[in-house]
């Protein structure tokens, strides 16, 4: 069978459209592993920088540029882990599955670590949490190529897979949301118990970190329902065959530049220097109007997400959803960059043009990952190999890579816009009032333009989908063939 895309529709109708491999239980346990997975990363991706500057009280620059090289080396070693997870097999025969029950414990116990003050040297203390940092990343990297790549492996069927994509997807973002509790949390714990940040943090860290993880574990449940053939090439050749991935590596460059540009001033400054915030119905400290402005904004975005697949079904698949969000971001970002946020009327109108933008951004990700698991099979058709791998791998390496551009990024605006984390209550000075609101509300607007650049030369095509799974279902049929009559 040639290794190129066949034009011939003749073997679509043998494909087995009517079995079904994802078990609904099976299903939901996969998607609350990843919503544990991600209340653990969630609490460090967010928190972590502004424990640094803020309660133990390092200089933002040192931190983000700290931060930045930290993130960046963490960064390279992604693509060598997916390399080593493409060419690994278990005993059992799977490929990721075991990863999702061994390597949790680790990461919680580092991720509690991380927030636990060892005395009153800062210094100490700094080195601490990035020793622990480095070896957190290192098992987080192995965990999270395997809970994505499950969704590639989760069935052959490219519609299974996007709705195994939604729905984890879902999971993933009620993990990430339950972490904005943690604001309303720590102000009760704060004002009614007396407890002070260092001990708040800690509890937290076991709470969210540890806790996070070890709920992860539950989708180990899922199971690999592709077989995956033994893979014998160099760990440089696993790297490298993702040049025969053109999806994902536009996908990992729009990603790359929408996200390092993405919050260029975080909300916690933007909220927390402006004092408090009158929503008409109460007043609420900055901290704590974080949390409304958030919940506000993102309940029409987190219930777009379970229409996500149909909504791409009906403007015409998962790229016109990205085009469509991005666009859309563009627009009203502008419009609330002039109506501002300082009378009761501007902050509802942000929040209403804010929410409306979140609807087809928060389906983003579904389409990210129904687009790569879309990709593997093709390189599987045109090289016999399976890249769950190094492709969800990279997935990591952006997010950590952008992350730490956007840490640098913050940390240089933070000491340009000369943020002094010593003044009590967060006050800040006049440089920093005037800018806050350009750069925390018209900031992204650089990366979603670059995204939107890239992403148009992304192709997405239903008929050569359908076109790869049946020369797939063929090839693999008679490889069965071949080793049963050995």
């Known amino acids: ?191 009614s118990l007396g407890m002070d940040d260092f001990k708040i943090f800690a509890f937290f860290g076991l709470l969210f970190g540890l806790g996070g993880e070890l709920i992860s574990m539950s989708a180990y449940r899922m199971r690999e329902a592709v077989d995956v053939p033994r893979s014998k090439e160099s760990l440089l050749e696993a790297i490298f065959v993702l040049r025969h991935n053109k999806t994902l590596l536009l996908i990992s460059a729009a990603r790359f530049f929408k996200d390092a540009f993405g919050t260029m001033l975080p909300w916690a400054y933007f909220f927390e220097s402006r004092q408090s915030f009158n929503f008409g119905f109460a007043s609420f400290d900055g901290g704590t109007s974080q949390v409304v402005y958030s919940v506000l904004m993102g309940i029409p975005g987190a219930l777009s997400m379970f229409f996500a697949t149909k909504v791409s079904d009906k403007v015409g698949g998962m790229k016109r959803i990205l085009i469509i969000a991005q666009t859309t971001a563009i627009v009203l970002r502008t419009v609330c960059y002039f109506i501002g946020f300082d009378s009761l009327g501007s902050m509802y109108a942000v929040i209403l043009l804010m929410a409306i933008v979140a609807i087809p951004t928060n389906m983003m990700d579904i389409a990210h990952r129904s687009l790569t698991s879309d990709s593997i099979d093709e390189v599987e058709l045109k090289t016999g190999k399976r890249t769950e791998g190094i492709s969800f791998s990279i997935q990591n390496f952006i997010s950590k890579i952008s992350s730490a551009a956007n840490s640098l990024i913050s940390g240089y605006i933070l000491s340009w816009l000369k943020y002094d984390n010593t003044k009590k209550n967060f006050l800040q000075g006049s440089l920093y009032m005037k800018w806050q609101w350009p750069i925390f509300i018209a900031g992204p607007i650089i990366g979603e333009i670059l995204y939107l650049i890239i992403i148009a030369f992304v192709r997405d095509d239903p008929q050569v989908r359908a076109r790869v799974e049946a020369e797939l279902f063929e090839r693999r049929k008679a490889l069965e063939e071949k080793l049963s009559e050995v």
């Open 1 to 191: 069978m040639s290794p190129e895309v066949s034009e011939n529709n003749s073997s679509v109708s043998q494909m087995p459209e009517n079995r079904k491999y994802v078990k609904n239980g099976r299903l939901l346990s996969y998607a609350v592993g990843l919503g544990g997975q991600n209340v653990s990363y969630g609490f460090i991706s967010q928190w972590l920088f502004y424990y640094l500057t803020t309660v133990l009280g390092v200089n933002s620059k040192i931190v983000g540029l700290m931060t930045s090289v930290t993130r960046t080396w963490d960064s390279i070693n992604d693509p060598i882990v997916g390399a080593l997870v493409d060419r690994h097999r278990f005993k059992n025969g799977e490929k990721l599955r075991p990863y999702l029950l061994s390597t949790p414990p680790i990461i919680g116990v580092l991720s509690a670590l991380m927030f636990i003050k060892t005395g009153s040297n800062i210094k100490a203390s700094i080195v601490i949490v990035f020793a622990c940092y480095l070896l957190w990343d290192l098992f987080y990297s192995f965990q999270d190529v395997a809970l994505w790549g499950m969704v590639a492996l989760s069935s052959p069927h490219s519609e299974e897979r996007a709705k195994v994509s939604q729905w984890v997807t879902i999971g993933a973002g009620a993990g990430s949301t339950l972490v904005m509790a943690f604001q309303i949390l720590r102000s009760v714990m704060s004002g």
